[in-house]
């Protein structure tokens, strides 16, 4: 795994976890906004897969089974209700991903990749609307003040199609296998569960040397490669 500098957060604009963990870090923690490097994760269509391939890249991502489907349900259920959020589900039938991840890739070149982002989420869990519709990209480009033909075709732009190839390609080096997933140098912070400890973690890089504790002695902790908890993330 690479060693990244710049605090990564990727998002998923499917995820309801990464929907979450977005308005955590831009209520509680909006100093950090600027600081991190925003990521879009998202599931490639044929094109795309094909692409990454190519490029000796594999998407670390599988179908959600509908046990786990139901559970995201109760799960986003429980904790939307305790932070007095509604939702509206949305209905996905045969998504194509890049349209929205792609557009905000060109929103991002504009400067209105956040505006992009809240808006996104608004549509998908505040109205129910089908995000991969470029029609839905259209409305949410005309109300963050961009083009809308730009936006709802950024997946037909090849440039635009071979960053998000790029991306990808990250994806696979940071060993990103679900969202919301945070990175900084050798550290990976996977679900909304381990958000609290993600940012603690940066606001340990900004204490002075004389503050920063000794670091414990390593616990071994064996050669277990599953996933042990659900830690509030899709993947």
Same mark, same amino acid.
Request: charged fraction near 35%.
């Given at each position: 795994m690479p060693k990244n500098k710049t605090p990564r957060f990727y998002f998923s604009l499917r995820s309801p976890y990464s929907w979450l963990a977005y308005r955590e870090i831009t209520t509680f923690h909006p100093d950090l906004v600027e600081q991190l490097e925003w990521v879009p994760f998202f599931e490639p269509d044929e094109l795309s897969a094909r692409l990454l391939k190519e490029q000796g890249g594999r998407f670390p991502y599988s179908a959600m089974s509908r046990e786990k489907n139901r559970y995201i349900l109760q799960d986003i259920g429980r904790i939307t209700k305790a932070r007095g959020l509604s939702v509206t589900w949305p209905v996905d039938r045969e998504p194509v991903w890049e349209v929205p991840h792609l557009a905000y890739l060109v929103a991002a070149r504009h400067g209105r990749g956040h505006a992009f982002i809240d808006a996104v989420?608004? &549509?998908?869990?505040?109205?129910?609307?089908?995000?991969?519709?470029? &029609?839905?990209? +259209?409305?949410? &480009?005309? +109300?963050i003040g961009l083009d809308p033909r730009e936006l709802a075709r950024a997946s037909d732009v090849p440039e635009v199609r071979a960053e998000g190839i790029r991306i990808l390609l990250d994806v696979c080096r940071d060993g990103v296998?679900?969202?919301p997933f945070f990175v900084h140098g050798f550290s990976r912070f996977w679900g909304i569960d381990r958000l609290d400890d993600f940012v603690a973690h940066l606001r340990d890089q900004e204490l002075p040397a004389a503050f920063v504790p000794e670091p414990l002695t390593a616990i071994g902790l064996g050669a277990r490669a599953t996933e042990d908890a659900h830690a509030g993330g899709c993947g």
């Open positions: 989420y608004r &549509a998908r869990f505040g109205r129910g609307r089908d995000i991969c519709d470029p &029609a839905t990209i +259209e409305d949410i &480009a005309f +109300e296998f679900g969202v």
